[in-house]
């Protein structure tokens, strides 16, 4: 087995936090790392590390390392400089997308006679285009090319991202690979501090700040919650790195003076301190135009922290009627059930806590008991 560990080598070298989709890939190399080598994508060239290598390189990207990065600038650089034996035939693991809208990717791939396992995460830059960076469209259209042309087997991480590929697939009369919905495992946040961070009750939104997440929405709110309770209002803690066609956001983050005293940003984050923050929350309040699973939602839920969510068919699937839904365009719902779970005694949220009792989430062996299942009817089947 191969692991593509080009995205998480460069993100961990710009020392990036790990996003959702990093996370995923990280769990891949935790299962597999002792039956599978790096595969890095440098300077042109493939590089596949050899055993010793890829069990250094494996190691710096799951753990803290002492000299992290000198680990994997080495480790990389001795993989460029030596040629190691090529597993022609060999399972080859791109959960990330990366480089997949490349051609030469489709190239090499046939070249050395692989067999690709691919992890799909969503179809949003097609269906949504405009929440998405100018060009992301055509990038994925290429992306879902190499994935239908040259993958054996494809992942996804739920039923509502099957049916869209599905619907994809079949407006264009083209055949798929075989493919499986796998749901993705919540991070082990660990356990809230018995303080909070801050006094007084408030909210979390948690993800990168663009316009598919609907910040924008929640900041008026906040500022008619302040125009109308003054200093009783509550606080809005926002997590998460500014992304791109954020400017509105940003610009009321910036210079609206009512929300400066009210509103928390908190671009680095680690699992601890993400935990407190959920742990002592009135609720996460996740108002999504469009997603393709949510995993903050299960984070949340997982912690025993209420959901306010968006009504989406993703989240119903994946967390039933637990949270609490609205249209993500319904402003004074928002607002209202912002207020309904504001008080200790909230009926509207103590509702939840019931309705949440019982609730468990998927696991990494639930996963990968799927993903191992696919490796089997692909090698069946050769």
Not at 123 to 149: F, K, N, Q
Not at 161 to 171: D, G, I
Not at 172 to 189: E, F, G, H, Y
Not at 291 to 306: A, D, I, K, N, T
Request: net charge negative; with cysteine.
């Amino acid at each position: 087995m191969l692991i593509d560990v080009t995205r998480l080598v460069d993100r961990t070298l710009k020392q990036r936090l790990p996003t959702g989709v990093d996370r995923v890939s990280l769990e891949y190399i935790r299962h597999f790392s002792l039956q599978a080598r790096a595969l890095v994508r440098f300077a042109g060239r493939w590089v596949e590390l050899g055993d010793f290598g890829s069990a250094l390189l494996f190691d710096a990207l799951l753990n803290d390392v002492p000299d992290r990065m000198g680990v994997i600038r080495r480790s990389v650089g001795r993989g460029y400089a030596f040629s190691w034996r090529r597993h022609r035939g060999a399972f080859l693991f791109n959960t990330g997308h990366s480089g997949l809208d490349q051609p030469v990717y489709v190239e090499e791939v046939r070249r050395k006679d692989l067999r690709p396992l691919f992890f799909l995460h969503d179809l949003i830059p097609i269906s949504h285009p405009e929440y998405c960076r100018p060009g992301e469209a055509e990038r994925h259209h290429r992306r879902l090319e190499t994935m239908l042309s040259v993958g054996r087997g494809l992942l996804v991480n739920s039923q509502a991202t099957l049916e869209e590929l599905t619907s994809y697939v079949a407006e264009r009369d083209i055949d798929m690979p075989p493919c499986k919905v796998a749901p993705l495992a919540p991070a082990s946040l660990g356990r809230p501090a018995l303080e909070s961070y801050i006094s007084g009750p408030y909210f979390v939104v948690l993800g990168t700040i663009e316009p598919r997440k609907n910040h924008l929405l929640l900041l008026h709110v906040w500022r008619q919650l302040v125009e109308e309770m003054g200093p009783g209002a509550p606080k809005l803690v926002l997590i998460g790195q500014r992304g791109w066609e954020c400017e509105q956001i940003v610009d009321l983050l910036e210079r609206c003076t009512s929300l400066q005293a009210v509103v928390v940003e908190r671009s680095r984050c680690d699992d601890l301190e993400l935990a407190n923050w959920l742990g002592h929350s009135r609720a996460l309040l996740f108002p999504s135009f469009i997603e393709g699973y949510g995993m903050p939602l299960v984070e949340s839920l997982r912690l025993g922290v209420p959901v306010i969510a968006s009504d989406l068919p993703v989240f119903r699937e994946i967390v039933g009627d637990i949270p609490d839904y609205l249209d993500p365009v319904d402003g004074l719902g928002w607002k209202r059930h912002i207020l309904e779970y504001l008080p200790d005694d909230s009926v509207s949220r103590r509702a939840q806590l019931q309705r949440m009792a019982g609730y468990a989430p998927p696991d990494w062996r639930q996963h990968f008991s799927v993903v191992e299942s696919l490796i089997d009817q692909i090698t069946h089947s050769s």
